[in-house]
């Protein structure tokens, strides 16, 4: 494949937890990564949407990441954070279960999805990324919130 | 000595003396024997002296002088304040208005002072002149090609276009320039590029040019083509179209004379714009202000906003930790502070808004010059100058109101011989009114003229084309006169022929649509106009009343709520399964909040008394059914973002003072959806 180079083939991540599993967005994309706080509820949206959240003086939404990719719910915890992330001028939260960590991954490392999985919520999922024993679910986050092409893909 | 750095503080302290001066001399008019008044046009009209000496603009301290001559002799009774000193003292007014924009915009016109200079020095004598023709400066300004731009006309011959130097007039007392100018350039954007602007479009975007302005345009498109898009926009008075050689004897012999003198003059203009710039760039053009303010850039403003809410959400932390560790001492020192950072936050959040009044204090000044020049007698009703908008809404609302005020001036208002003919007080009357109603700003320019014939309004309207017979058949009176407001429909022509406004109605539904608001209009023949303007409260505080529903914390508009009132469950009766509670004799319909809002309910006690909270929108009314009623704040509306836009019933979100997020409610969606 390509020549191996430092900056060009890879990528910083922020991975974090859903359940068991092991997630990962881009660190670029991501702007902070808050405690839990107050969430207030907004009525008339989607389920996915747990509500409106006050970040310094302003409101942004936050998305229940869990309920988006239909994964089984589970109670907030103490390691519960809301990852505030910002796509095309939309700046927004992640609820995810915890952050465990910054790291890099190679390019070549990461499979395109189509090879891993079939099923559901394959429209939300970029790449799997492959580190030692670990598998990370790397998220298209244009089509979670939907500003992708297709609102709707569940 | 090195002045620059006091320009941004010179031009600032001019304008509010101007604008003082404004006012005091409306006064003056009213009341020509008040010496105070007097002596305060004096003392304003001597700082400005003063300042513009020190500075050196000598034009500006030399006409205040003579000004001050004359009013010094007003003020020791040597001379009687007769209308026609007091018109020729408000002209010189105008004049300093304009050298002082001057000086601001780095503008290199010259003003010829000295017929006023005159008129000011046979008025002190006690003789009176006629002379109503304001000198107009002559406008003369080219386009100086760069080497790269007359090589991409060269180039762009080669490709069969062609290059075209546009020179448009817009109609003298034009407003909304910078809209016009926008249009012309769109216009001209879809026949081919354009090159060059002059002034810069910038410059033409914050009205920074006379009346007329120049475009290079490269074009496919034959010359008269370029001519008729141009005069196919309103209030435009000329257009002149040359075919531009680049590099040109022609065209250079042309501009020749014209940039020697930006030449002499570009260096000192240069060193002033700077300054100006840097003093104007927070402010853009806000024009005049009274009382003393200083500036600061928006930007500031909500970082200090975010600052302060960041503030109090640690404050609550800190609460937290007090009680959760008993500590007394902690406790008690964060009661203070709570004080502190609640009074902070509010004072915050009220920096950003400005009252209304500080656009409308300069109406009764125009309406005053323009009743006079027309031969009317017009008295200006204004109301509600204390309702407060957001800043930027506030620099951008100016032009469209003086725009319906002339209207309803010049085509609304008759001539006192009319008016006494029709059984009406000689005296018209025009009321500005600017309201809160619910999550809006109103702004209402209302008078008692002659109103809007639709008849004649469709008929322009077909002939020029805009509808069809069919369309207009369809059409009741209020969609006819709605017509005013279609692009096209306004020209000189209409003015005359109809009965009504038509200049540039265009051009301020633009500016209010472009602010997210709507204009609407309502008139009734020989009864009047109303035209009403709808700003949406964006950043805009407001008073609510929270409101509380199982554990959700909701905010109401106190604009459109009539009351509160207990009842119990035996009240609400039931019309065709519509819950309704009589209230005074009117049958009112219940909304359960709980139930449209999907609240999740904890617990099924059934509460004996329930709150209403009576609210209204227009003429009707609706009771909200709610669990507890927490109590009366003043919010700040936030915006939910895209991603929750278009959300019915819930107008927008605020912060309450624990950094908790209230939804406001959508009170007129609410009762549509019933």
């Known amino acids: ?154 | 000595m090195d002045t620059n750095q006091y320009m941004g503080m010179f031009l600032e302290e001019s304008r509010e003396h101007l604008q003082t001066l404004n006012s005091c001399l409306l006064e003056l008019e009213n009341d020509p024997e008040s010496l105070s008044v007097l002596d305060e046009i004096f003392r304003s009209a001597h700082t400005i002296k003063g300042m513009s000496a020190t500075m050196g603009f000598t034009t500006i301290a030399e006409l205040t002088h003579e000004m001050e001559n004359v009013l010094d002799l007003l003020r020791k009774n040597q001379l009687k304040a007769t209308p026609d000193i007091i018109d020729t003292v408000f002209k010189c007014v105008d004049t300093l208005e304009q050298l002082v924009e001057n000086v601001a915009s780095g503008n290199d016109l010259v003003l010829d002072i000295k017929p006023l200079i005159d008129k000011l020095n046979l008025v002190a004598k006690g003789e009176v002149t006629i002379q109503t023709n304001s000198e107009t400066t002559p406008q003369v300004s080219s386009i100086v090609l760069s080497d790269t731009e007359a090589s991409i006309i060269k180039s762009a011959k080669d490709t069969g276009m062609q290059a075209f130097e546009i020179k448009v007039s817009l109609r003298e007392g034009c407003l909304l320039k910078s809209a016009r100018s926008y249009m012309v350039i769109s216009a001209l954007e879809e026949l081919g590029d354009i090159i060059k602007t002059v002034p810069s479009t910038e410059d033409l975007e914050k009205e920074k040019f006379a009346f007329s302005f120049e475009v290079l345009l490269l074009t496919a498109a034959e010359a008269a083509k370029v001519h008729q898009t141009v005069l196919s926009i309103s209030e435009v008075d000329k257009a002149e179209v040359l075919v531009c050689e680049a590099p040109s004897v022609n065209y250079i012999e042309t501009s020749k004379v014209i940039s020697d003198t930006v030449n002499i003059e570009n260096n000192s203009v240069a060193k002033v714009e700077k300054n100006a710039t840097a003093a104007q760039a927070s402010s853009a053009d806000k024009k005049i202000k009274s009382g003393q303010s200083v500036r600061v850039d928006i930007d500031k403003l909500d970082s200090l906003l975010n600052l302060v809410g960041e503030l109090v959400i640690n404050k609550t932390r800190l609460e937290q930790i007090g009680i959760t560790h008993r500590l007394a001492d902690l406790v008690e020192t964060i009661e203070q502070m709570d004080r502190v950072t609640t009074d902070l936050q509010s004072v915050v959040m009220k920096v950003r808004m400005v009252p209304v009044g500080q656009v409308f204090n300069r109406f009764p000044r125009m309406v005053r010059d323009l009743s006079r020049d027309l031969n009317k007698e017009v008295n200006l009703i204004i109301q509600g100058e204390e309702t407060e908008l957001d800043r930027t809404v506030i620099d951008e609302i100016g032009d469209p109101l003086v725009h319906l005020l002339r209207n309803s001036i010049d085509h609304g208002i008759e001539k006192p011989n009319e008016r006494q003919a029709k059984g009406k007080n000689p005296i018209g009357e025009i009321r500005l009114i600017a309201r809160h109603e619910g999550n809006n700003v109103i702004i209402i320019v209302e008078d008692d003229g002659k109103g809007i014939n639709s008849d004649v309004i469709k008929n322009k309207a077909l002939q020029k084309g805009l509808i069809t017979q069919a369309e207009a058949d369809k059409m009741d009176a209020n969609d006819a006169v709605r017509l005013v407001f279609l692009p096209g429909f306004s020209t000189a022509e209409v003015v005359t022929d109809v009965s009504g406004r038509g200049v540039g109605m265009d051009a301020v539904k633009n500016k209010i649509e472009s602010l997210g608001g709507m204009v609407d209009v309502e008139t009734k023949l020989n009864e009047g106009s109303k035209f009403k303007i709808r700003l949406p409260l964006t950043l805009a505080i407001i008073q609510a009343l929270l409101v509380k529903v199982s554990q959700e914390i909701y905010a109401i508009p106190l604009g459109s709520i009539d009351s509160t009132i207990s009842v119990t469950t035996e009240d609400i009766k039931t019309i065709q399964n519509q819950e309704v509670i009589l209230l005074r004799g009117q049958i009112i319909p219940i909304i359960r909040l709980a139930n449209k809002l999907n609240v999740p309910q904890k617990g099924n006690d059934s509460q004996e008394e329930l709150f209403v909270v009576v609210v209204h929108m227009g003429e009707h009314r609706a009771g909200i059914i709610v669990d507890n009623l927490i109590g009366q704040q003043e919010i700040v509306i936030k915006s939910l973002g895209k991603l929750l836009a278009g959300i019915k019933v819930i107008a927008g979100a605020t912060i309450l003072g624990n950094g908790q997020v209230a939804l406001i409610l959508d009170v007129g969606a609410l009762m549509q959806y019933n």
């Open chain 1, 1 to 154: 494949m390509a020549e191996k180079t430092y900056s060009g083939n890879e990528v910083q991540l922020v991975v974090f937890k859903l359940g068991r599993e092991e997630y990962g967005v881009s660190i670029l994309q991501v702007q902070e990564i808050k405690r839990m706080t107050d969430i207030t509820r907004v009525p008339h949206t989607p389920d996915y949407i747990t509500g409106v959240i006050n970040l310094r003086g302003s409101v942004l939404p936050v998305i229940d990441l869990k309920n988006r990719l239909n994964l089984p719910p589970q109670d907030h915890t103490d390691n519960t954070r809301i990852i505030i992330i910002k796509i095309d001028e939309i700046v927004l939260g992640m609820l995810v279960d915890a952050v465990s960590e910054v790291l890099a991954i190679d390019q070549t490392n990461i499979e395109s999805p189509d090879s891993v999985v079939g099923g559901i919520a394959a429209n939300f999922i970029s790449g799997v990324g492959k580190l030692d024993n670990r598998l990370l679910i790397l998220l298209n986050l244009e089509m979670i919130i939907g500003v992708g092409q297709d609102t709707k893909a569940v």
